[in-house]
């Protein structure tokens, strides 16, 4: 890309998007990448298929309310949404609905799955102060329970545990234990989402005192980051696990998880500069990049190794709600919250 392009010119040349006429709350891609949703607070779904976005978008009238969720199925074709009709909701690429579960009415905040083997896994629903385990048929594994709401949910990558963050810290658990006894990861305050390293050693909540709040498993050190002007809504660490990206400052805060973890290291900002706001992040499947979104509708790639900051969309088309990479990382998806959806293709011409 020349220096004279604009920084439009990815999303014009690569991109499509639509105008959804609604807050979108979540996009994410399907386990294949053939199919990408967009989930709206109006209560819709729409799906289209990735390769070729500028057809039909398919809107599904997902839940009586808004749609507070979205995760790809634990199997490839689909999604999953909790909605505050307080149902979880398997969505086909083809838009047809089947529920998982009904909880009356109560809220399905957070919900998040984990791939097995082919057409295995497992699926998490936060409800209040439980999370339901489910396998992939939608069969009820397990109902594991909180001492406060649950606030965040998250499997590591094999699978083997799932973390929930809660006031006053984060409990973990084994799912195929049968003392269904959690670990405990004690930290006074309001935690308010949760992520794992791709290690499965380190568990950083985000917190409602614009800080962020890690574990290391091991030898159960704290590790405290702080300095946020605003609430980091999105947390996520790079596919190394060497970096933590995480929004909710001027620039994209990295905090490096090397040499024993972000304690008493300064974290490096990219993309930054404009005092404008990072609303969203999301770290790439395979490289050390992460794409970020601003609240003046700026989206840019950053690569953290080169240090190199490409745009991806002006600013102009609302504050960024929602990013995420496709699984094969050839994709990126993005909206905002005044319903602005696009999905830019990286891969080789």
Known sequence: MSDTTSPDYLLEDRGTHRALDG?????????????????????????????????????????????????????????????DDGKFLRIAADGTTAVLADFGGKWVDHVTTHADKKDRGLLAAAVGKNVHVFDERGQTLKQLPHPTTVTGITFDAKGKRVAASHYNGASLWFVASKSDTPRVLEWKGSHTGITMNPAGDHVVTSMQENALHGWRLTDNQHMRMSGYPSKSRFIAFTKSGKWLASSGAEGIVLWPFTGGGPMGKQPMEMASGDDVLCTAVATHPQHEVCAAGFSD?????????????????????????????????????????????????FSKR
Do not use: M, Q
């Open 297 to 345: 509708g700026l989206v840019v790639l950053a690569d953290i190794t080169s240090g190199r900051v490409l745009p991806v969309a002006a600013p102009g088309r609302g504050s960024v709600s929602a990013i995420s990479w496709s699984p094969d990382g050839t994709y990126l998806a993005f909206g905002t919250e005044t319903g602005f959806a696009a999905v830019v293709d």
């Open 23 to 83: 807050y979108i709350v979540s996009a994410c891609f399907d386990r294949s990448t053939a199919h990408l949703a967009f989930a709206l607070g109006d209560g819709t779904v729409h799906i289209t298929k990735t390769a070729d976005a500028t057809t039909d978008w398919n809107r599904v009238e997902a839940h009586d309310g808004g749609v507070l969720s979205l995760a790809p199925d634990c199997v490839p074709g689909g999604f999953v949404t909790g909605g």
